[in-house]
Every structure is written in C-alpha cells, then in structure tokens.
Nanobody, 124 residues
Framework: QVQLVESGGGLVQAGGSLRLSCAASGRTISSYTMGWFRQAPVKEREFVAA????????YYAGSLKGRFTVSRDNAKNTVYLQMNSLKPEDTAVYYCAAGSGGSNYHTLSSYDTWGQGTQVTVSS
C-alpha cells in the first residue's frame, strides 16, 4: 500500500509562493491519478488540482487555475503543487491523495489514500 507524506507548507505573505511536495513510499504512484485538496477551518475539504498518471492531463479548481500548477516526477515518486500569488483565503491544510483516476478526479471518494496534510498560512 502506498503512503503519502506532504511537505513544503509554512507561513508566507500574500503575493508570495510555496511549493508543496508529496512523497510516496511503499509502492510506485506511476499508475495513480494524484490529487491535491485543501481544508480551511470550519470548511469542507475541497478539490485543488489533479494530475493523470503520466502527467499528460492536469485539472484545477476554476478559481485556482493560473495561480497553481500541479506536476509529478514518477521517477522520484513525488507530486508537486506550485502555488503562486498566494492570498489569505488560500490558508488551509493541504492534502495529497492517490486514486484510480477517471472523470471524478475532483471528488474525495475517487481517492483511496491520503497524506496527513501540510499547513499553509498566508498573511495579509
């Protein structure tokens, strides 16, 4: 079974950038669709981005497209989320997840394995 560990979160000022990493162990993630989700306090977990198993297709929440970029390096068994022009409303715990793919890449139920999350805090 694959295990996922996120890193790269932290405190950043509005307008700044962060790059999150999701390192997988236990088995290769090369056959998985990988997703990023986030959860702010008292809010539901929401879709951020996803990337197909080869990296040919990427998907974003509409409001984030243009600021966030998802990528993967299957040789390193790692997925990344580059976040630019950060806003205070981007403050949340960010989770990566591994799933079997398909058209429902934006739904939580499409993913079987989750990391523990990494906190991103954007100050105004």
């Amino acid at each position: 079974q694959v295990q996922l560990v996120e890193s790269g979160g932290g405190l950043v000022q509005a307008g700044g950038s962060l790059r999150l990493s999701c390192a997988a162990s236990g088995r290769t993630i090369s056959s998985y669709t990988m997703g990023w989700f986030r959860q702010a306090p008292v809010k539901e977990r929401e879709f951020v981005a996803a990337i197909s198993w080869r990296g040919r297709n990427t998907y974003y929440a509409g409001s984030l497209k243009g600021r966030f970029t998802v990528s993967r390096d299957n040789a390193k068994n790692t997925v990344y989320l580059q976040m630019n022009s950060l806003k205070p409303e981007d403050t949340a715990v960010y989770y990566c997840a591994a799933g079997s793919g398909g058209s429902n890449y934006h739904t939580l139920s499409s993913y079987d394995t989750w990391g523990q999350g990494t906190q991103v805090t954007v100050s105004s």
